[in-house]
T-cell receptor, first 111, second 114 residues
């Protein structure tokens, strides 16, 4: 099983602050995805990155795939209470059809 | 599309009983995945199917767990006999062309074995 470590494990911030979540592995992935999971629901796909160094923006969220395709980061600008949730990264290996999920970062945005 | 549909949403059962979890994937998706989520271990892949055929069941904990996909629109995960350590949230997810472009997850089944 490939290990995807996320940091921090827990994060509590005030509304309006910025934050960055990290996802690291010793393995190379052909694609890296980020999901957000709310209580009582399944994870929902936010973005997929496939090229080393790739940066994608989704409104206030910025995702980056590391040059070596072993790590990724998620940056949220001016956090809102609606950003609260469990953020999961997931990596897909070349030729594989399943994903390995990270350990998760539980974000709480306080109004 | 209604998304991936799982039933039941919650299941409470006594140790030793048989439990069956159900999943209807998104129409047209050719991959179906069963995951288990716990606080201690996060999301763990149990088994996945491609075009209704089981491809990798190496994540199934032991012989008490079995999964079937009799057709493209239905899959079951069965635990017999159930044990307290099986308590977790079980997710079904489906995708088109594997995991490379993302999964669509169901809302999960919260299983409690007492």
């Amino acid at each position: 099983t490939q290990l995807l470590e996320q940091s921090p494990q827990f994060l509590s911030i005030q509304e309006g602050e910025n934050l960055t979540v990290y996802c690291n592995s010793s393995s190379v992935f052909s694609s890296l995805q980020w999901y957000r999971q709310e209580p009582g629901e399944g994870p929902v796909l936010l973005v997929t990155v496939v090229t080393g160094g790739e940066v994608k923006k989704l409104k206030r969220l910025t995702f980056q795939f590391g040059d070596a395709r072993k790590d990724s980061s998620l940056h949220i600008t001016a956090a809102q209470t609606g950003d609260t949730g469990l953020y999961l990264c997931a990596g897909g290996e070349t030729g594989a059809n399943n994903l390995f999920f990270g350990t998760g970062t539980r974000l709480t945005v306080i109004p | 599309d209604a998304g991936v549909i799982q039933s039941p949403r919650h299941e409470v059962t006594e140790m030793g009983q048989e439990v069956t979890l159900r999943c209807k994937p998104i129409s047209g998706h050719d991959y179906l995945f069963w995951y288990r989520q716990t606080m201690m271990r996060g999301l763990e892949l149990l088994i996945y199917f491609n075009n209704n055929v089981p491809i990798d069941d190496s994540g199934m904990p032991e012989d008490r767990f079995s999964a079937k996909m009799p057709n493209a629109s239905f899959s079951t995960l069965k635990i017999q006999p159930s044990e307290p350590r099986d308590s977790a949230v079980y997710f079904c997810a489906s995708s088109f062309l594997g995991g490379g472009w993302g999964y669509t997850f169901g809302s999960g089944t919260r299983l409690t074995v007492v």
